[in-house]
C-alpha cells in the first residue's frame, strides 16, 4: 500500500476515487434502463472513463513492468472508448436528430476495433520501460509513430464530430434546451481539451507526472451529465 502514503499519494487516490465514481455512476445509469440509448450510451461512456482512470492508476502504482505496460495499453482502450460513445451519446441527447450513415458506421467500428488490438502490440509501443524510486517513476517508452499519429488523428475525428453535432444541436433546438446543451459543450470542451493536453500530447513528449489530471477531470463532466439527463428526463424528446 505504499502507493497511498508517498508523494504521489494524494494524486493515486485522486485517480482511484475518480475512477469508482465513474464506475458507480454507469452502474446506476444502467440501472435506470438500457432501452433509452441515452442511458445506454453514457453508461457506456461512464464505464470507459471508469477504465482509462484506472488504467493510469494502476500503470503509476504497480512496480511490475508487464503489468504497468499492460495499463498503459489498456488506457488507450479507455480513451477511445470515451470518444466512441461520447459521439454515440450527443447523436441522442437530448433528442436524436441524424442517423449515420452505413459507411460511417463501418469506418467507426472498424477502425476502433483495429486501434483496439493493436494497442497491445508493438504497433503501439515498440518498447516500455518503467524507472521507479521511492519518490517518482518515469517511464521510457518509443512509440510506433504511424501508429500514434492515427490513433490520434481518429481519436480527434470522434472528437470533433460530437462538439459539432452538440453545436449544431444547439443552434437548432427550442429555448428550453439551448442552456443546457451550451453548458454541456462547454463541458465536454474543456474536458477533451485538458484530456488531449495532459493524456495525449504531453505524453507524445515524454511527460508523464500530469496523467492523473485528465482522467479525475472525468468526474465533474460525468456529473454535469447525470444532472441534465435526469433534471430533464420528464421534458426530453423521445424518439
Same mark, same amino acid.
Given at each position: 500500500m ?7 499519494g494524494?494524486?493515486n ?9 465513474n ?6 445509469i ?5 432501452k ?6 453514457f ?5 470507459f ?9 494502476g500503470?503509476?502504482v504497480? +512496480? ?24 454515440y ?15 460511417q458506421?463501418?469506418?467507426?467500428w ?7 488490438i493493436?494497442s ?16 517518482n ?27 459539432y ?5 444547439y443552434? +437548432?433546438v ?11 459543450f ?5 474536458g477533451?481539451?485538458l ?11 515524454g ?5 492523473w ?8 463532466m460525468?456529473l ?7 433534471s ?8
Open positions: 505504499d502507493f497511498l502514503i508517498l508523494p504521489l494524494w494524486k487516490w485522486l485517480l482511484l476515487i475518480s475512477a469508482l465514481i464506475l458507480g455512476m454507469a452502474i446506476f444502467l440501472n435506470r434502463g438500457i433509452n440509448k441515452v442511458n445506454l450510451y453508461a457506456l461512456l461512464t464505464f472513463c471508469f477504465l482509462w482512470s484506472f488504467s493510469i492508476f500503470q503509476i504497480l +512496480q511490475s513492468v508487464l503489468w504497468s505496460k499492460f495499463w498503459f495499453q489498456t488506457s488507450f482502450i479507455g480513451a477511445l472508448g470515451i470518444a466512441l460513445f461520447l459521439l451519446f450527443v447523436i441522442n441527447f437530448p433528442f436524436k436528430n441524424i442517423k449515420l450513415k452505413v459507411w458506421e463501418y469506418f467507426i472498424i477502425s476502433s476495433l483495429i486501434f483496439g493493436f497491445y502490440t508493438k504497433w503501439n509501443m515498440m518498447s516500455f520501460d518503467k524507472i521507479i524510486d521511492r519518490h517513476y518515469e517511464f521510457s517508452i518509443k512509440y510506433n509513430q504511424f501508429f500514434q499519429w492515427s490513433y490520434a488523428l481518429f481519436f480527434v475525428i470522434l472528437v470533433i464530430s460530437s462538439l453535432i452538440l453545436w449544431a444541436k443552434k +437548432q427550442e429555448i428550453f434546451f439551448k442552456k443546457d446543451i451550451l453548458f454541456l462547454w463541458m465536454l470542451l474543456v477533451l481539451t484530456g488531449l493536453y495532459f493524456n495525449l500530447f504531453l505524453d507524445y513528449m511527460n508523464f507526472q500530469y496523467e489530471f485528465g482522467p479525475v477531470f472525468t468526474v465533474p460525468n454535469v451529465v447525470v444532472y441534465l439527463i435526469f430533464k428526463r420528464d421534458k426530453r424528446i423521445e424518439y
